[in-house]
């Protein structure tokens, strides 16, 4: 039935449903790695360089061979994954033994990375799964989404307006830009999760 399924689609959706099942995988296996890492830097103050880069880098691939392989993203979807390649590439070049933007920018991937959930079922929506099982799976991942982007957000504003009445470098402003069109994504799905999960219930009740 899934593969059936999978080979009725379009090549575009293929690479769609190709590319978040790879994000997923690499979301979930990056997650025990995020967990330490938070617990390090927010709790012991921490901010292992390497790792952090390394992880930073395996995070953003998906979004990269996403931006080139899958033709027919929507434009905020384009536009996080732009701004998830260029912010990779400033991470790689800075150093997190001093406090910067940065640091913020770490904390918000790894909660991201939480939501592997996400990308499953955003893959799944083309690989036969009933509605009833997408309608549980929207719901668990609009919990587990909402609950990181809340936490996610009020962290991010804490600290931006520490590091604005602190340092008040212009790469603060800059940094608040990408994140409002990552953000915006966020609420954008975070909306479709939530419209999904009653229209298959809906649907799987009328079955």
């Given at each position: 039935?899934?593969?059936?399924?999978?080979?009725s689609?379009s090549k575009?959706?293929q690479?769609?449903?190709?590319?978040?099942l790879i994000k997923?995988?690499?979301?979930a296996?990056l997650t025990?790695?995020a967990?330490e890492?938070?617990?390090?830097a927010l709790?012991?103050?921490?901010?292992?360089n390497?790792?952090?880069?390394?992880?930073?880098?395996?995070?953003a691939?998906?979004d990269?061979v996403?931006?080139v392989?899958?033709?027919r993203n929507?434009?905020n979807?384009?536009?996080?994954h732009?701004?998830?390649?260029?912010?990779?590439?400033?991470?790689?070049?800075?150093?997190?033994?001093?406090?910067?933007?940065?640091?913020?920018?770490?904390?918000y991937?790894i909660?991201?990375?939480f939501a592997?959930l996400?990308?499953?079922?955003?893959?799944t929506r083309f690989l036969?799964?009933?509605?009833q099982?997408?309608?549980?799976?929207s719901?668990?991942?609009f919990l587990?989404?909402t609950?990181?982007?809340?936490?996610?957000?009020?962290?991010?504003?804490i600290r931006?307006?520490h590091?604005?009445?602190?340092?008040?470098?212009?790469?603060?402003?800059l940094?608040?830009?990408?994140?409002i069109f990552l953000?915006?994504?966020?609420?954008?799905l975070?909306?479709?999760?939530?419209?999904?999960?009653?229209?298959?219930f809906?649907?799987?009740?009328?079955?």
């Open positions: 039935v899934y593969s059936n399924s999978y080979k689609i575009d959706k690479f769609y449903v190709i590319s978040n997923s995988g690499v979301l296996s025990p790695f967990i890492t938070l617990y390090q709790w012991l103050n921490h901010w292992p390497a790792r952090i880069r390394n992880l930073g880098t395996i995070y691939i998906p990269g996403s931006l392989m899958v033709r929507s434009v979807t384009i536009i996080h732009v701004c998830v390649v260029i912010l990779n590439y400033v991470s790689i070049h800075n150093d997190y033994s001093h406090e910067n933007v940065c640091r913020l920018l770490v904390v991937a909660f991201s990375s592997y996400v990308n499953l079922l955003l893959a036969g799964v009933t509605k099982m997408s309608a549980i799976m719901i668990g991942a587990l989404y609950s990181c982007c809340l936490i996610n957000f009020t962290w991010q504003a931006i307006k590091l604005h009445d602190t340092q008040g470098h212009w790469s603060i402003y940094y608040s830009l990408a994140i953000a915006w994504d966020d609420l954008i975070n909306r479709w999760l939530i419209k999904n999960a009653r229209t298959n809906q649907l799987a009740k009328s079955d």
